[in-house]
């Protein structure tokens, strides 16, 4: 009698189609392992929650950011990658920057902006006492808003993030007077934070980014990005990317992160300054893609990421029985 294990791929039916290479090959690479991946979309999966003939996954491989729903799959008893926990702090980029500053990495200082209909918008410093100090004097001093950004907690791909002036001219607000753009990219996570924005100074180094891929705790390659002119150097808004080898001291800033909190698969974002490339944390990227990594190496990131769900999903139900969501006998 063999095991074989039904796991769930999960988007927004709006990404289906431009994802679909990595969900055809995550399908495929799963067959190699005896699981069977099915796509369910996050809309689906709101329309079959709770009648009778639903059937639960083993796993799910939430590659869609939507807080809420990561929650709701592991309060039912299935496997998320990645968790609850890591989707929640990573796909917030104000919570994010709570979270590393409290294991004492080093990071971009950040004016977090939350909003709650009891005390309206409350602007909060995430650094050390002296950055603290000067980004409280930025909300006086509007010479210096050119000098700093604007980023929604849940955008991603470079996609809502502003220079702060021209943030402040196209909704006609400010500080005294802040407002929400209208529409954000992910309405789902923009509406479950309390946190809305980070305002954080543009620190371009150069314009080098880099990004570390880590599968399991581990890191399996880094790629170093460059901004075609402009702040931005995301790979898919035209900035240019090669491979990169972390020395020691990076390694063990990494490690620091990866040590405390279990991600199955996310790109961490950092800054590198000066002659010694030192790295400021920027962000951590949950549903992350990897383009960037196959432009520059042959590096088999599906194939790692399948088989660490493969291993933690036979760790996490180490004694099958008839009862097991999602492990079927044939």
């Known amino acids: 009698m063999v095991k074989y294990i039904v796991i769930w791929i999960m988007y927004h039916e709006r990404d289906v189609e431009k994802n679909k290479w990595f969900i055809d090959t995550c399908i495929e690479t799963c067959r190699v392992y005896n699981m069977q991946m099915h796509l369910v979309t ?3 999966f709101f329309k079959m929650h709770g009648k009778t003939q639903y059937m639960l996954p083993a796993a799910v491989v939430a590659r869609m950011i939507h807080p809420a729903v990561s929650k709701l799959l592991e309060d039912e008893g299935v496997r998320v990658y990645n968790s609850y926990n890591v989707s929640n702090i990573s796909n917030n980029k104000a919570g ?12 971009i200082p950040t004016l977090a902006i939350s909003y709650t209909k009891k005390s309206g918008y409350v602007f909060e410093p995430v650094c050390s006492g002296g950055e603290a100090k000067v980004l409280r004097r930025l909300m006086e001093d509007v010479d210096i808003f050119d000098e700093y950004i604007i980023k929604s907690v849940s955008g ?3 996609k809502e993030v502003m220079i702060l002036s021209e943030y402040f001219k196209k909704y006609a607000c400010s500080f005294k007077n802040f407002k929400s753009a209208p529409k954000p990219q992910e309405e789902a996570a923009a509406n479950y934070y309390s946190d809305k924005y980070v305002v954080q100074p ?24 460059k901004a075609n002119g402009g702040f931005k150097s995301n790979f898919s808004l035209g900035g240019t990317v090669e491979p990169y080898t972390l020395n020691k001291e990076q390694e063990s800033i990494v490690k620091k992160i990866t040590d405390s909190i279990a991600i199955d698969y996310a790109g961490l974002d950092f800054l590198v300054c000066g002659e010694d490339d030192a790295l400021i944390f920027n962000e951590m990227e949950d549903v992350v893609g990897a383009r960037m990594l196959s432009a520059c190496s042959d590096i088999d990131y599906i194939g790692c990421y399948i088989r660490h769900i493969k291993l933690t999903i036979q760790s996490t139900y180490n004694s099958y029985n008839s009862i097991t969501p999602g492990i079927y006998n044939i």
């Open 42 to 44: 996050v809309e689906h």
């Open 96 to 107: 994010c920057m709570r979270y590393v500053h409290s294991l004492g990495v080093k990071h």
């Open 156 to 158: 991603h791909g470079g």
């Open 202 to 225: 543009l620190i371009e180094c150069d314009g080098r980014d880099l990004r570390v891929y880590v599968i399991g705790g581990h890191i399996i390659g880094a790629v170093i990005r």
